[in-house]
């Protein structure tokens, strides 16, 4: 069979203004080994005021990545002061939107029903939603892991069918690795993954097998290679270590 193309997504959360973003694309487009676009899907989340450097950038040079966008509102247009309609990033050339990222959710008090509106919105601009779910240390502790994952995806994707689901990306991103250097072991990252297939596939039938699977939180070119061993890993999402153009290209690498 061919080998499997993994996923790995940087998401830049709040860091490099366009200038930085211009320079980390083109120092990455230097980095990145030979091939690794026929192995790996690379995808970049910067900022929104860099979405347009970024895409211009990858562009004029060819370069083998991916654009995506860290969020978006669910209506397409209209009186809401700050925020950005999906059809706009559509419009530049953004393939992937996260949706449900724990920071969004816990800073920005986004709430399940937003989470689904806004990944039906995502979705009705052709866009591929990213689907981040994960518990806590406390949720963890009192061993409600998956119950918590369980309740994120009911939640979120409500009415779809298997065809549907099996066109999204679903990242498993335990919020006690999130940031703080502590990664989930290859083995509960997999034991997760599988989780969520399965339970992906019991409600929303057989087509949703194929839905891709990312794992997420303190992602480093060290731990790389282990965390995809797990055959329901399909990729990582990758926060601080996607910044800088070398560590991000060495976690490329190692995906290869
Ligand atoms: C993230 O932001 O999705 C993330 C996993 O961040 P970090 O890799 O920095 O933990």
Same mark, same amino acid.
């Given at each position: ?97 996260? %949706? &449900?990222?724990? =920071?969004?959710? +816990?800073?920005? /008090? ?5 989470? !689904? $509106?806004? *990944?039906? #919105? ?10 981040? %779910? &994960?518990?806590? =240390?406390?949720? +963890?502790?009192? /061993? ?5 994952? !369980? $309740?994120? *995806?009911? #939640? ?27 990664? !989930?072991?290859?083995?509960? #990252? ?67």
């Amino acid at each position: 069979p061919a080998p499997r193309r993994v996923l790995v997504a940087g998401n830049w959360k709040m860091h490099h203004d366009h200038l930085e973003t211009i320079r980390t694309l083109q120092e990455l487009g230097l980095r990145l080994p030979e091939g690794a676009s026929s192995r790996v899907e690379v995808v970049v989340h910067p900022p929104f005021t860099d979405l347009r450097s970024a895409q211009t950038t990858i562009e004029d040079r060819g370069l083998p990545l991916v654009l995506g966008a860290q969020h978006c509102y669910h209506q397409d247009a209209g009186a809401f002061t700050g925020e950005v309609a999906p059809p706009m990033l559509a419009r530049l050339g953004v393939r992937y939107v996260l %949706v &449900g990222h724990s =920071e969004r959710r +816990r800073l920005f /008090g986004q709430d399940d029903q937003q989470v !689904a $509106a806004t *990944l039906q #919105a995502i979705r009705r601009h052709g866009m591929v939603p990213v689907l981040c %779910v &994960g518990e806590t =240390e406390e949720e +963890r502790a009192a /061993g409600a892991t998956e119950e918590r994952l !369980a $309740a994120q *995806l009911t #939640a979120a994707l409500a009415g779809l069918d298997g065809e549907a689901v099996s066109a999204l990306v679903v990242a498993y991103e335990p919020v006690w690795a999130i940031g703080t250097g502590q990664t !989930a072991t290859p083995e509960d #990252a997999q034991a997760a993954c599988a989780f969520i297939r399965g339970r992906l596939v019991e409600a929303h039938g057989p087509e949703a097998a194929a839905v891709r699977l990312l794992y997420g939180g303190s992602v480093t070119p060290e731990t790389t290679l282990e965390l995809l061993r797990g055959r329901d890993v399909d990729g990582l999402l990758v926060g601080g270590a996607s910044l800088r153009a070398d560590s991000f290209a060495a976690i490329v690498q190692a995906a290869m």
